[in-house]
């Protein structure tokens, strides 16, 4: 492994602060936002729920003037269904959908895969480490909520350390949209939560390793699971 950072890997801190900023310091309709589309995220609000902008604003304890416009903004990005005939609507993601994203997933991440193997410097290569490391405590503890998002934080890791800002951008909006799928192959398939850590794992073994042929193929085969589990017929 290289010790220094390749021409590629460039502008992002070795370490990246994931998360978002405290609530104290956002704008309610911002807070609105946030705090709706995670419980849409962790299936609080399932698919194909009723929502009242008076019942959400009770339930967030804030005006409907920011939660109208957090749910703009929902709907906006496909999380909700906003009609006057129907009223406001939970949205689920169709199989065509998850076909779509997990497609160009293979194509961004293999990308950056081949990009930064073997040009991570010693702060990436122990973030990466630490994220695995995580993703372990959270699967042996069976915290499929705590496991979403750090598979989620350990794919965007990677893209961050890839220093392309569009590519993380769209990353986020995919896993944003595949969250809630992302959760169901935890939640259906136990065996999954120590599996995919391991396939994690595998990767971030090939990167460091500088074999950048078998981190591509590695992430390739950790996706297409996903992909086949959510594509195929219910009640497998």
């Given at each position: 492994?290289?010790?220094t950072?390749?021409?590629?890997?460039?502008r992002?801190?070795?370490q990246?602060?994931?998360?978002?900023p405290?609530?104290?310091?956002?704008?309610l309709?911002?807070r609105?936002?946030?705090?709706?589309k995670?419980?849409?995220?962790?299936?609080?609000?399932?698919?194909?729920?009723?929502?009242s902008?008076?019942?959400?604003?009770?339930?967030l304890?804030?005006?409907k003037?920011?939660?109208?416009a957090?749910l703009?903004?929902?709907?906006?990005?496909?999380f909700?269904t906003?009609?006057?005939q129907q009223?406001?609507?939970?949205?689920?993601?169709?199989?065509?959908?998850?076909a779509?994203?997990?497609?160009?997933?293979?194509a961004?991440?293999?990308?950056?895969?081949r990009?930064?193997?073997?040009?991570?410097?010693?702060?990436?290569?122990?973030?990466?480490?630490?994220?695995?490391k995580?993703?372990?405590l959270?699967?042996?503890?069976?915290?499929?909520?705590?496991?979403?998002?750090?598979?989620?934080?350990?794919?965007?890791?990677?893209?961050?350390?890839h220093g392309?800002?569009e590519?993380?951008?769209?990353m986020?909006?995919?896993r944003?949209k595949i969250?809630r799928?992302t959760?169901?192959?935890?939640?259906?398939?136990?065996?999954?939560?120590?599996?995919?850590c391991?396939?994690?794992e595998?990767?971030?073994?090939a990167?460091?390793?500088?074999?950048?042929d078998?981190?591509?193929?590695r992430?390739?085969?950790?996706?297409?699971?996903?992909?086949?589990?959510l594509?195929?017929?219910r009640g497998?």
């Open positions: 492994m290289s010790t950072t390749a021409a590629r890997p460039r992002r801190n070795s990246p602060t994931m998360g978002t405290p609530t104290s310091r956002l704008l309709k911002d609105a936002y946030l705090e709706l995670q419980l849409i995220q962790d299936v609080t609000f399932e698919p194909g729920t009723f929502l902008e008076r019942q959400l604003a009770t339930r304890g804030m005006s003037t920011p939660v109208k957090a703009e903004r929902l709907e906006m990005e496909g909700i906003v009609s006057p009223g406001i609507v939970v949205r689920e993601i169709s199989m065509q959908q998850v779509d994203q997990f497609e160009i997933r293979l961004l991440e293999t990308h950056v895969l990009t930064i193997t073997g040009h991570l410097n010693d702060d990436q290569a122990t973030a990466l480490k630490a994220s695995i995580q993703q372990k959270a699967a042996k503890q069976r915290d499929v909520a705590l496991l979403v998002k750090l598979d989620a934080e350990f794919h965007m890791l990677l893209c961050r350390f392309n800002g590519i993380e951008r769209v986020n909006q995919l944003e969250h799928a959760a169901r192959v935890y939640q259906q398939q136990p065996t999954r939560l120590s599996a995919s391991n396939e994690h595998a990767v971030v073994d990167v460091l390793s500088g074999d950048a078998l981190a591509a193929q992430i390739s085969e950790h996706l297409d699971y996903g992909r086949t589990f594509l195929a017929p497998r």
